[in-house]
């Protein structure tokens, strides 16, 4: 594993880390943790990276890698950087002849994210995408309950994901982490859209499986000096009737990280929520309210929730577990280069085509709100 960007004091960078590393299946030994070559290389010893590997700049650690023995070079990259510079880094390193390991959203233009999968296609590489909340144990429980009709047919969905930190911001250019995410040019043309409510919209598609068909949203700016949103909502049309809302915001007081599913079905629904990870609320009309614990040796957990579990029920699993099941779902597929018979079949992870999807879901989104509302195609 080499790591790129997440030094300093950013967060992301040490959630890749660790998550990449959890079940020892990856060792992190390279990294370029820093735009400025003097800060990349001296945060290396903290990520235990030798001297040796650590690297001034992300083109010098692709360059070096790829002049190693095929038994010395890294397997892959994790891109742990701001939004505008994954499109030339991921395909930097997919031409190099690396799988990538990508934050989201995948890019800031929807051409640059289709070009990434052309890539992708070209060198028969993986491109994971961290929409890590697919990871939790009882939202694949979720999805495999929907799949297998346990609450009949979906009649609509509700995502939310609430955060209020901004209230705590101050402009700061040379803030030692995340001062790029109010500058559209780095961030992209959404604010809480691209960094929160892609989430929610990927959890969507993840747990329902449903296809969009199209979108209607609107966004504001509600703390004053953020220049792009803070708080967005959005209603959604899928291909099969059913109707969807995501509601996002990062400017809500008392709100941390607060992001939330519900799922209505003939039979009975849903609900999950990421601060209360290993329970899953199931209700059915007239009937007691079901709370189904993460407990791999339980009953009524089905395969797919199983899978992701690493511990037994009651001691908690989170946020690292999470992250580290898309990982352990990449290494499947990066090991079995393109023979889909060798990869678990419950192993699944957000492709380059959920980071194209979260991308068009962006702009679509943008450009809704900028026709006040107007319903905007996602499936064209």
């Known amino acids: 594993m080499a790591l790129i960007g997440g030094g300093g004091q950013a967060f992301i960078g040490r959630v890749h880390a660790t998550a990449g590393t959890l079940d020892n299946r990856a060792e992190l030994v390279a990294g370029a943790l820093s735009s400025n070559p003097d800060k990349a290389r001296a945060a290396a010893a903290s990520f235990g990276i030798a001297a040796d590997r650590a690297y001034g700049s992300w083109r010098e650690l ?4 790829s002049e190693l023995p095929a038994d010395r070079r890294v397997d892959f990259v994790s891109i742990a950087t701001p939004n505008y510079t994954h499109y030339e880094i991921a395909r930097e390193a997919l031409q190099a002849g690396f799988h990538v390991v990508c934050d989201k959203p995948l890019t800031t233009r929807l051409e640059d994210a289709e070009s990434l999968a052309r890539v992708v296609r070209e060198t028969g590489r993986v491109l994971a995408l961290t929409h890590n909340y ?26 939310s994901y609430l955060q209020g930190w901004l ?16 500058d559209p040019e780095k961030s992209g043309p ?20 449903l296809a969009p068909r199209d979108l209607s949203c609107q966004l504001r700016t509600f703390r004053d000096g953020w220049t792009l949103d803070d708080y967005g909502q959005v209603t959604l049309r899928f291909t099969d009737n059913a109707i969807g809302s995501i509601s996002f915001s990062q400017a809500t007081h008392g709100h941390l990280n607060d992001l939330s599913i519900e799922v209505d079905g003939t039979t009975g629904s849903l609900f999950w929520r990421q601060e209360s990870p290993n329970e899953l609320v199931l209700r059915r009309f007239n009937q ?6 993460r407990a791999p040796g339980a009953s009524y957990m089905n395969d797919a929730g199983r899978f992701a579990c690493r511990l037994p029920g009651g001691h908690p699993e989170a946020f690292f577990e999470a992250f580290a099941n898309v990982y352990v779902a990449a290494f499947d597929a990066m090991l079995a280069e393109g023979e889909a018979a ?39």
């Open 167 to 182: 209230w705590g911001w101050q402009p700061d250019p040379d803030a030692p982490r995340g001062a790029w995410k109010s």
């Open 134 to 159: 697919s990871g939790y144990p009882m939202v694949r429980q979720a999805r495999a309950m929907i799949a297998a009709g346990e609450i009949g047919t979906v009649r609509a969905v509700r995502a």
């Open 288 to 293: 007691a309210t079901q709370t189904l614990e």
């Open 62 to 65: 692709l360059d070096r890698e």
């Open 190 to 209: 959404g604010g809480s859209l691209g960094d929160i409510g892609t989430h929610a919209y990927q959890l969507i598609r993840y747990v329902t499986q």
């Open 342 to 380: 060798r990869q678990n079949p419950l192993a699944v992870f957000p492709t380059v085509d959920d980071g194209v999807e979260g991308v068009r879901f962006i702009e679509q989104c943008v450009a809704s709100h900028q026709a006040d509302g107007a319903w905007r195609a996602m499936n064209s």
